[in-house]
Nanobody, 126 residues
Framework: VQLQAFGGGLVQAGGSLRVSCVVSGRAFSTYTMGWFRQAPGKEREFVAGMRGSDGKTVYADSVKGRFTISRDNAKNMVYLQMNSLKPEDTAVYYC????????????????????WGQGTLVTVSS
């Protein structure tokens, strides 16, 4: 399974941006998908996750109500729509995938994902 994230860029605070991730693999529709981010000098943190078996989603409190994870199984794509962006959202955003179906609380843990993309940089200016 290979992942490639793209769509990052520079956006002003309050603006919107959608980052995307293309995923190889025949059984993509069943993959659990996640988005994580890493800001300069900080540890990687969970942003959003979607379980493959039922499409249920979970979000970090810091992005709840502003970010939305979605997927297009016909295109093997997963998206992260980011609205009302803040300077503290500046980070490299990574998509991750796993072929197993976890309890929802496990989707927030980076170590649960077997496959990772290379990341795309999102910079939010104040």
């Amino acid at each position: 399974v290979q992942l490639q994230a793209f769509g990052g860029g520079l956006v002003q605070a309050g603006g919107s941006l959608r980052v995307s991730c293309v995923v190889s693999g025949r059984a993509f529709s069943t993959y659990t998908m996640g988005w994580f981010r890493q800001a300069p000098g900080k540890e990687r943190e969970f942003v959003a996750g979607m379980r493959g078996s039922d499409g249920k989603t979970v979000y970090a409190d810091s992005v709840k109500g502003r970010f939305t994870i979605s997927r297009d199984n016909a295109k093997n794509m997963v998206y992260l729509q980011m609205n009302s962006l803040k300077p503290e959202d500046t980070a490299v955003y990574y998509c991750a995938a796993d072929q197993r179906q976890w309890v929802m609380s496990a989707l927030t843990r980076a170590q649960m994902y077997d496959y990772w993309g290379q990341g795309t940089l999102v910079t939010v200016s104040s």
